[in-house]
């Protein structure tokens, strides 16, 4: 990139953070009473933070047109519902024409009869159970998912498709099922297309299907190969394509705490194919909900899946996200809120890494309740409506934007 590309690139960004600080609001969001605007921004707690290794690909990607930008955001019953990440998802692939790099790693939700985000679908025949990390009671093999659907059927099948007006285009010329890849006992079969190749990726723990062209639905037979009762498990599936751009991958599991990902084995395997560059961790909205909560415990399970997932990327980097204002039982104000804060901004600190401040950017204790009154919150006090989440994605994108401004700044001044 030429020094003169990036200085209109950079003053682009800055005309437009301008004009919107003139309205008291960074990057021309919605102006609401019950946001707290001035703690919006990503906050840094000491001088060698910055997102240089990121901001650097988004930087080769956007001016040179070239290579794949991963960015994964995981958490609880928030992020399962990808409202919240696929708006932040829909600011990234169209911060620049054709930033869509696929839609990449999913798991179908309602194979495992949990709730399922709306613009994607999947069917099924045969009789399929879910287990999800979360629940103590499961007893399962997981993944990076956190949540497995498994058949016993002799024969089953897998049908997917997008959905949705306004659901971007999302074709792959790649399917990655991830499954116990050494068992024999079950066989996948394409049925809705012909592939050009299959193959089987051990060390991941995957079969792949890959196309000569470009196509944006499956359908899967799978069956059982001998008569003695096995099962099949799946832990998720990647639906890539060889275009430039930016991959959003959300995993997120109803319930889901720091503890619940520990109990993925499988958790760094699978992880090798989504590679991410950036993190964004959402994990403690449920930690913080137990009476009994301790924050040494916390912040050394985190400490714990840092270390998984830089064991995959040495150079990714990191933005904690603190827990949303909520309330216990919906009647106490969830005062533990304060210690999992203190926690993210350590954690933070000890990875030279980005904090941003959910709670107070929603107000503090007991905001929740001006949410609700807004349209915004759900009355059960944890949770945000779909304006809530769409809002929510928006002021932390705008946020990373921030950030990104300052870095071309920086380097059209090189």
């Known amino acids: 990139m030429t020094v003169f590309n990036k200085y209109i690139i950079a003053f682009i960004f800055t005309l437009c953070s301008l004009v919107s600080i003139g309205q008291g609001n960074p990057h021309l969001l919605p102006d609401h009473s019950f946001v707290v605007y001035d703690s919006a921004d990503i906050r840094f707690y000491n001088d060698t933070s910055n997102y240089n290794n990121f901001f650097g690909k988004l930087d080769q990607l956007i001016f040179e047109g070239k290579g794949k930008v991963n960015v994964m955001q995981i958490g609880g019953s928030h992020i399962q519902a990808d409202i919240w990440s696929d708006q932040i998802r829909k600011n990234f692939q169209t911060l620049y024409p054709n930033l869509n790099g696929g839609r990449g790693f999913l798991f179908p939700y309602r194979l495992a009869h949990t709730n399922n985000p709306y613009y994607y679908k999947c069917t099924s025949t045969g009789e399929w159970t879910g287990f999800r990390n979360s629940l103590m009671k499961h007893d399962a093999t997981w993944g990076v998912s956190g949540i497995t659907a498994s058949t016993q059927d002799s024969a089953a099948t897998l049908k997917f498709y997008f959905r949705g007006d306004n659901t971007p285009y999302y074709d792959f010329n790649s399917i990655k099922i991830f499954h116990d890849v050494d068992a024999t006992d079950y066989c996948i079969e394409l049925i809705s297309d012909t592939c050009s190749l299959i193959r089987i990726n051990r060390e991941i723990g995957y079969t792949e299907f890959l196309f000569d062209h470009y196509v944006d639905s499956f359908e899967l037979n799978i069956y059982r190969l001998d008569t003695i009762p096995s099962t099949f498990n799946l832990y998720g599936i990647s ?25 993925c084995e499988l958790f760094t395997q699978h992880l090798k194919a989504i590679n991410p560059d950036l993190v964004i961790f959402c994990i403690g909205i449920n930690d913080a909900y ?125």
């Open 239 to 263: 639906l890539d394509n060889d275009d430039p751009g930016v991959v959003y991958t959300s995993i997120g599991v109803n319930g889901a705490s720091t503890k619940s990902y520990l109990r």
């Open 290 to 414: 137990d009476p009994n909560f301790c924050e040494v415990c916390y912040e050394n399970n985190y400490d714990t899946l840092v270390s998984w997932i830089k064991s995959v990327n040495p150079n990714v980097e990191f933005l904690f996200v603190t827990n949303n204002d909520s309330y216990y039982k919906r009647r106490y104000p969830n005062k533990r809120v304060f210690k999992a804060r203190d926690v993210m901004i350590s954690l933070a600190n000890k990875y030279n890494s980005g904090m941003w401040d959910m709670f107070n950017v929603m107000g503090g204790l007991g905001s929740c309740n001006r949410w609700i009154k807004n349209g915004y919150a759900k009355r059960d006090k944890i949770h945000l409506t779909r304006e809530g989440y769409i809002l929510m994605g928006d002021l932390m994108f705008s946020a990373i934007m921030k950030e990104y401004d300052k870095h071309l700044q920086i380097s059209s001044a090189e």
